[in-house]
């Protein structure tokens, strides 16, 4: 039972990280239509703002609050990661609408390549650890020895996801701006005959799924408190496989699915082997794409000739 | 990188056009300001320390707001005044001397693959050609063969496969575990080691065959990453990511061998001073043999009918499926042929190396066959093949030039750009020449006479 929980907990709390990147894939893809591949690589980025911030900040600026430096880093991530994938948006994405189908994703590969060698040339190619904050727990149930803990960090995971995800719940489903991106989602060119401005709609769901990769990023940085230029790829897999498990498209379907990997890989390395949780991830997004391509919350897509 | 594009420029006003650029600065700025400006690195303590670069920052801010400016004041308007004109009619010359081109770059590009390992013997010595047969033409030839492997599949039937490598890795494994422990030849495994990656080329197109482009890709990708996690974690048979070692060299057709200490050993036969460049000349001229074979056997299937249906699906899988063209064959097929050659070219590397690791087969590894593929022009085998001398030949040059050491310092390292420049290529060639260096793509099948498409026409990549 106490393993059991031990294991729900960090289930949770990896599943909210890979549920706060989903949400820009399924974003864009529900917009423009497009696998974001280099969406894994921004959440990398944003880690490694975030180091360098939380560094400045600490050792440089001699910030003694932690939490005060760790909000101060997130919202600094946020606005430059936001910025970095507008910039991206406009010089590979943007001349492409239009194009034959394969060239987003090819140049989104090429994308997800420079970024992530920019930061191995930028920032040299080893791991970059971080003294350890918040490292308080909380012993929830005690039984022979081994104790259901969970951690300060957890808890900070928890309550920024879910405030996080209200807000952009909100802005989705109460604002102009959310409404002009659901119109974007339905029909484009309709969107754009009832006067929303569709590039700026398209410009803003990058920058806002890349805010949410930041605040990933920045809570990645703090759980592991290390971060790698190859850190992008395997989160951004899996991030991709909780957004098509989902249903692809589906902003609640993101969470739900990024919750899902997220158990599913704890409980996986838990009960089974640590050795092939990452074969179970990619086994889950291949048996999903081929077997169930709409998702749990998903729309099936209609072929049109 | 961060030099923002708007598709309607600022109509060439040079204030416009300064303010844009200015615009862009700022963003550069932002984004290279910390991740370049503030490096962070460990000292004694094993702590993150920050130095800063500001002089590298600046520069590379200089270069947005210069490279910005000037892409609005004179590239786009140019760019935009060539595409306004109409292009005058090629001359008769002109037309002649094109088609001249085209039909002597091939047969001159063979004979001079097939004398350069002589040109490099002559000129640099046994010793001295060892260098540029090996890290050359070895390794430039077996992307070749890889690109053209992938070319069937991606070029021709026009199926992204990002999980490639997957297929070289079963072709390396299988030369490996099997002439290790049993002592195959190498002539015995490499029709095998074929075999197996042709079958786990069905195994994985099977299941993928209904989905479409974007997903395919997505798929392959995680078979590929699959395979490689195996790869490491299957330690009783692979041995891990410690890999396996001591593989046998290829012999002569089993006439004479390689390895030192054996009695029909090639140098001691002819009584020739000992030298590995034998070996290198004689792997030289297998690759390219196998690369060739690739070529011919991809020319000769173009004029078959499961060519035409590739090519046809590539243009339009529903049209394709409405005129009764089997599209699960069809599809099976091509990953079955591409997964073939990747496999030769799979034990041909383990032979070559003498020893695999699953860090040969990474994501990365098929990043840069598909990036040769696209950057050739998907469906030209002449552009793949100069992509791959271009961007393999290009990176291994680039370790050769001490000069960039002068100049960027002493622990310069010009390995680490060689992805970054990869990446970069893929998204400018996606933005500029979509269709690759050699776009122009003959036509099959043609009534009456042969006329050039417009890439308008087609809709590639659709399936």
Not at chain 2, 61 to 71: C, H, M, Q, S, T
Not at chain 2, 150 to 173: C, E, M, P, Q, S
Request: proline share 4%; net charge positive; hydrophobic share 55%.
């Amino acid at each position: 039972m106490e393993i059991f929980l031990q294991q729900l907990i960090n289930g949770i709390t990896l599943g909210s990280i890979y549920g706060l990147i989903a949400i820009g894939y399924t974003m864009v893809f529900g917009i423009i239509g497009m696998v974001n591949f280099a969406h894994g690589d921004v959440f990398m980025v944003s880690a490694f703002i975030a180091m360098i911030f939380f560094l400045l900040f600490t050792t440089v600026l001699g910030v003694s609050s932690v939490i005060m430096a760790l909000i101060a880093v997130m919202i600094i991530a946020m606005v430059l990661t936001g910025l970095l994938n507008w910039a991206i948006e406009r010089v590979a994405y943007r001349p492409l609408r239009g194009s034959f189908r394969l060239a987003p994703l090819i140049s989104a590969i090429g994308m997800s390549i420079v970024l992530s060698n920019f930061i191995q040339v930028a920032q040299g190619p080893r791991n970059k650890p971080l003294p350890p904050v918040l490292s308080g727990t909380i012993t929830l149930m005690e039984r022979n020895n081994f104790a259901a803990t969970i951690s300060y960090k957890q808890i900070m995971i928890w309550v920024v996801t879910a405030v996080l995800l209200a807000g952009f719940w909100y802005v989705v489903q109460k604002t102009p701006l959310g409404r002009a991106q659901r119109a974007c989602e339905q029909d484009r060119k309709m969107a754009a005959l009832l006067g929303v401005n569709v590039d700026r709609t398209i410009s803003l769901t990058f920058v806002m799924g890349a805010a949410l990769a930041a605040v990933a990023g920045t809570l990645y940085l703090t759980y592991y408190g290390v971060v790698n230029f190859s850190d992008g790829f395997t989160p951004g897999v899996k991030a991709f496989t909780a957004a098509v498990l989902g249903g692809i498209g589906s902003l609640p379907g993101a969470v739900l699915g990024g919750l899902l990997i997220g158990l599913i890989e704890t409980f996986w390395s838990g009960y089974f082997s640590i050795d092939y949780k990452d074969v179970a991830a990619f086994s889950i997004l291949a048996i999903v794409l081929i077997f169930m391509p709409q998702g749990l919350l998903g729309r099936p897509e209609v072929e049109k000739v | 990188m961060a030099a923002a594009k708007t598709t309607s420029g600022p109509g060439g006003s040079i204030a416009g056009a300064a303010r844009d650029a200015i615009l862009a600065g700022v963003v550069a700025l932002g984004i290279f300001g910390p991740l370049v400006g503030l490096k962070t690195e460990q000292n004694m303590q094993n702590e993150l320390v920050i130095t800063t670069r500001w002089g590298l920052v600046a520069i590379i801010v200089g270069i947005v707001i210069a490279g910005r400016f000037l892409l609005t004041t004179t590239i786009w308007p140019a760019m935009t005044r060539n595409k306004m004109r109409d292009k005058p009619a090629a001359t008769a010359g002109e037309i002649a001397f094109r088609a001249r081109l085209a039909r002597w770059f091939a047969p001159t590009g063979l004979v001079f693959l097939f004398i350069y390992p002589a040109l490099m013997v002559y000129f640099l010595g046994f010793q001295g050609s060892l260098k540029w047969v090996d890290n050359f033409g070895i390794q430039i030839l077996i992307y070749v063969m890889l690109g053209w492997g992938l070319n069937i599949v991606v070029g021709l039937a026009g199926l992204l496969d990002l999980g490639y490598v997957a297929f070289y890795a079963v072709g390396a494994y299988s030369y490996a575990l099997l002439a290790t422990h049993f002592g195959l030849s190498f002539w015995l495994l490499l029709p095998l080691a074929g075999t197996l990656a042709a079958l786990w080329g069905i195994m994985l197109g099977f299941p993928v065959l209904r989905l479409r482009g974007d997903y395919l890709a997505i798929v392959t990708l995680a078979f590929g990453e699959i395979i490689r996690l195996v790869l490491i974690n299957f330690r009783e048979l692979t041995n891990g990511s410690a890999g396996i070692s001591s593989i046998p060299k290829i012999t002569f057709f089993g006439i004479y061998s390689f390895e030192l200490s054996a009695p029909n050993n090639f140098a001691k036969v002819f009584d020739l001073p000992m030298s590995s460049a034998y070996y290198k000349i004689f792997l030289y001229y297998l690759i390219l043999l196998l690369a060739l074979l690739t070529a011919f056997v991809t020319l000769r299937l173009r004029k078959l009918p499961v060519g035409r249906a590739w090519e046809a699906l590539r243009e339009d899988e529903i049209a394709c499926r409405s005129l009764g063209i089997n599209t699960t064959n069809t599809k099976l097929t091509a990953f079955a042929l591409g997964a073939m050659f990747g496999g030769f070219a799979g034990s041909f590397f383990a032979a070559r190396q003498g020893f695999v690791s699953p860090e040969s087969f990474t994501f990365m590894e098929s990043a840069v066959i598909v990036a040769i593929v696209v950057l050739g022009g998907m469906g030209s085998m002449i552009g793949v093949a100069l992509a791959a001398v271009a961007m393999i030949g290009g990176t291994e040059l680039l370790r050769e030039l001490d000069f960039l050491k002068a100049v960027f310092g002493e622990g310069f390292d010009p390995d680490q750009f060689r992805m970054l420049i990869f990446g970069l290529a893929m998204v400018l060639v996606m933005i500029w020449k979509p269709r690759g260096f050699v776009s122009a793509r003959e036509p099959t099948v043609f009534l009456n006479e042969r006329k050039s498409i417009s890439g308008s026409f087609v809709k590639e990549g659709h399936g």
